[in-house]
């Protein structure tokens, strides 16, 4: 079955550090990934996805490249802010063959950036 | 900015108890879904709702829980007869057709005693 492997947090750094979360996963195809966050005291937020091989997704200078080759998704930033502090999900969406979406999930990983 | 609202924030319940959650999707989705994380694991898809029938269902959608959208605008989870593993945080999230990013809610986190 699909499934979505991430490193266990915390991860705990200081302000300007750089950033690397790993994920990788396990699908039959071509899924779509993406990375979900959620502040604390909030719920889920779209932070970035990529739906092919070699694509990048960006996004609050946050980025994670869709590597088949290796069955990766790691999430990097190069300099973490306080407000960065957050767990983060990654997830996969197997092809769309219907017209609903299901998300499988990672653990998630809690971030915690320190000034 | 639309978003996806949840009702209560937080609840607390005796075991054997039937709780209903709540969910306010984005007004022109049409995909919705409920979602929970048991604390400390995986967030994991219970169901999936389209059409005013259920699309998808896991494992973990037993009789015990039923979905239903009773008017235009809220979609609700009831449990029947709450357990203490059904202690979890519970999403709820919504698409529109075709779309590959699902919005969700900010969670209910449901308490069983």
């Known amino acids: 079955g699909n499934s979505v492997t991430q490193m266990e947090g915390p991860v705990t750094l200081s302000e300007e550090a750089f950033l690397t979360i790993n994920c990788t996963y396990t699908?039959?195809?071509?899924?779509?990934l993406f990375w979900y966050v959620q502040y604390p005291g909030e719920g889920l937020q779209l932070l970035l996805k990529a739906t092919k091989a070699d694509d990048k997704g960006s996004n609050k200078g946050f980025e994670a490249t869709y590597r088949k080759e290796t069955t990766s998704f790691h999430l990097e930033k190069g300099s973490v802010q306080v407000s960065d502090s957050a767990v983060y999900f990654c997830a996969l969406i197997n092809p769309p063959n219907t017209g609903f979406q299901k998300l499988v999930f990672g653990t998630g990983t809690r971030l915690l950036v320190s000034p | 900015e639309p978003e996806v609202t949840q009702t209560p924030s937080h609840q607390v319940t005796q075991m054997g108890q039937e709780v209903i959650l709540r969910c306010v999707p984005i007004s022109n989705h049409l995909y919705f879904y409920w979602y929970r994380q048991i604390l400390g694991q995986k967030v994991e898809f219970l169901v999936s709702?389209?059409?005013?029938?259920?699309?998808?269902k896991s494992e973990i959608f037993d009789d015990q829980f039923s979905v239903e959208r009773p008017d235009g605008s809220n979609f609700t989870l009831k449990i029947r007869s709450t357990k203490l593993e059904d202690s979890a945080m519970y999403f709820c999230?919504?698409?529109?057709?075709?779309?590959?990013?699902?919005?969700f809610g900010q969670g209910t986190r449901l308490t069983v005693v």
């Open positions: 709702f389209y059409n005013n029938e259920i699309s998808e």
């Open positions: 699908a039959t195809g071509y899924p779509s």
């Open positions: 999230a919504s698409s529109e057709e075709g779309g590959l990013e699902a919005f």
